[in-house]
């Protein structure tokens, strides 16, 4: 089961995947990944998901925690937290090929008073474990829609309710549980981060995020540095710098340009604060990471 599940991923990426070895796919949510060369570090502040890794192997930090998992793990991330990841065993003849599902707040709410509650679980947010049987079975149908667009909006959202039944029944139903609950602080706390995503590049005080997230400002603080380890202000910063990288990657734009772009007033500031992030200056940063493409390529 697992070898046709790779199978298939691999040839939808082979087919669709972009330049950074992803590809999106029309079910929402739901893309494949590839890569042929192991990488340099990621930094990502990853929506709640599931990845299966169907070849390869890859690391993710998260704080001081490391997890590693390889062909036949999945990692699971329940809440907006920052993660820094790299591939650390691909090659052209065996690349790094995963399936990532975005997790539906929505599909696990009205589960979850159908699925009986597991133990509860620890607070991690992130953590890696041997994928279950039934998660595979039911990510193999879910892929096979891709290949038969007349029965894609019959039998999507069966599949999509499968997928995540077996997540809710699994090992890690306690944790994704959580996801469903409306008021549960990791919805109130992720309502404020849907708006830091949007508004990312504008002052954000924190009473307005507060605000979204039903909370006093004293309780959202402490919320909210509960479920993502980080203050909204560094949260919010560390949204700035990873988009400014991107513009300065994959838009050309220069450093001083991409720093105005997402809300810096000081050049010398984002510098310091990029540097302190990927390690290097923003233009030698950038100049790495192209040598490192073209090497790859």
């Known amino acids: 089961m697992r070898q ?15 330049a950074e070895g992803v590809a999106l796919s029309p079910i929402p949510g739901l893309a494949t990944v590839r890569a042929t060369a192991p990488s340099g570090l990621l930094h990502a502040i ?20 490391s997890f590693t998992f390889a062909a036949g793990d999945s990692l699971l991330v329940t809440a907006d937290v920052p993660t820094v990841s790299r591939i650390t065993r691909a090659s052209r003849a065996a690349p790094y090929l995963a399936l990532v599902l975005e997790l539906d707040p929505a599909i696990l709410a009205d589960l979850g008073g159908q699925v009986p509650a ?16 039934e998660v595979t079975e039911a990510a193999l149908r879910l892929m096979r ?15 999509l309710r499968e997928m ?10 306690a944790a994704i549980r959580r996801l469903g609950w409306p008021e549960g602080q990791v919805q109130r706390v992720a309502r404020a981060v849907a708006l830091l995503r949007a508004e990312f590049a504008q002052p954000l005080p924190v009473e307005r995020l507060a605000r979204a997230a039903g909370m006093s400002p004293s309780s959202f603080h402490r919320h909210f540095r509960a479920v993502t380890s ?8 560390q949204l700035r710098l ?14 001083s340009h991409a720093a105005f772009l997402v809300g810096y007033e000081s050049v010398p500031q984002f ?6 992030m990927f390690g290097l200056p923003p233009v030698r940063d950038a100049e790495r990471a192209r040598r490192e493409g073209q090497a790859a390529a």
Not at 4 to 18: E, G, I, K, S
Not at 271 to 276: A, L
């Open 4 to 18: 046709a599940l790779r199978d298939l991923v691999r040839r939808y990426t082979d087919a669709h995947a972009n």
């Open 46 to 65: 990853p929506r709640p998901l599931i990845c299966l890794v169907l070849q390869g192997e890859k690391e993710v930090r998260l704080g001081r925690e």
């Open 118 to 133: 597991a133990p509860e679980a620890t607070g991690a947010a992130v953590r890696a474990d041997p994928t279950e049987a």
């Open 145 to 159: 829609l891709l290949d038969r667009p007349p029965a894609d909006a019959v039998l999507l959202g069966l599949r």
């Open 164 to 173: 995540h039944y077996w997540l809710l029944a699994g090992r890690h139903g």
């Open 230 to 237: 980080l203050s909204p202000l560094q949260f919010q910063k």
């Open 242 to 255: 990873m988009e400014a990288r991107r513009l300065m990657l994959a838009e050309g734009a220069s450093a």
């Open 271 to 276: 510098t310091r604060e990029y540097g302190r």
